[in-house]
């Protein structure tokens, strides 16, 4: 293993720690290398996992909570967005600018990304211009995981209209039918 | 670390006071000895994360060396400590035996 390399692991001790047992670690590294003790995967990711360990444990209380709470936030954040990802699909709150009205009750939307196909269960509202009408009209899509195809139903008033996707769907259009 | 200190820490603690008990080493030379009275191989960093917190709570140090493998030794205190925590598992290990001979009788 080369010597920038034991450099750039070094970096994820604490410079104190590195300081001190840096160079240590590197010969023993090497040694244990040169001897067939251990092969470079394993000591890849035993230097990672005990470089983490000592910053960790380099942290005082203050700081481990503060950097817990970033690493919790951060996680949550990437959360949300990849839940994002999932109804990114979906219809914006306005009817898409591609939205093409084909003729009551049958209707075709244009979709600009393809619609989650195995995720867990989830229900958008949207509101869109009923089929041959100037009225907006409420559409729920409900989606459940590996239970295609996905239902519609699209409500005006009290008028109720359920639909269901006998296309497929996919990138670009949404197929429906009353 | 103090007794305290070692007796919930991890065993690898323990095992680099007991490999050095049986004289100074340096970091290969522990390894080895180690693997060989425990069938338990550390890794270098892990090691040398152990002698860290062992040498910061006085239980080993560094001894001299002319190139830059330092042989480590254990002090007066990790030799208490090592007793110690050799002496409370060896009583837990007697107890536990009894009660799992008992239960297979």
Redesign the interface.
Known sequence: MRSWLFRSLGKLYPKQWRERYGKEVEDLSKELLAAGEVTRRHLLLELVSSGLAERVRSLNRVRLVVVSGAVALLAIIGLALSLGGVFRGRPSASPPPTCRIVGHPLATFAWREPLPTSRVTFTLTKLVPLPGSDTLGQMKVTWIKRVPPPRFMVTAGSAMVVVSCTGRVDRGTLYIHG | MTVEGIRGSSDRSVLVLTSLAGGPKH??GL?KDIEAFADVRL???????C??KLEQAGLVEALPSED???PYRITAAGLEAVRERLTESARIAKFGLRRVAGALS
């Open positions: 970091g290969y390894i890794g270098p960093g892990t090691l040398y994360g002698l860290a830059r493998r330092h």
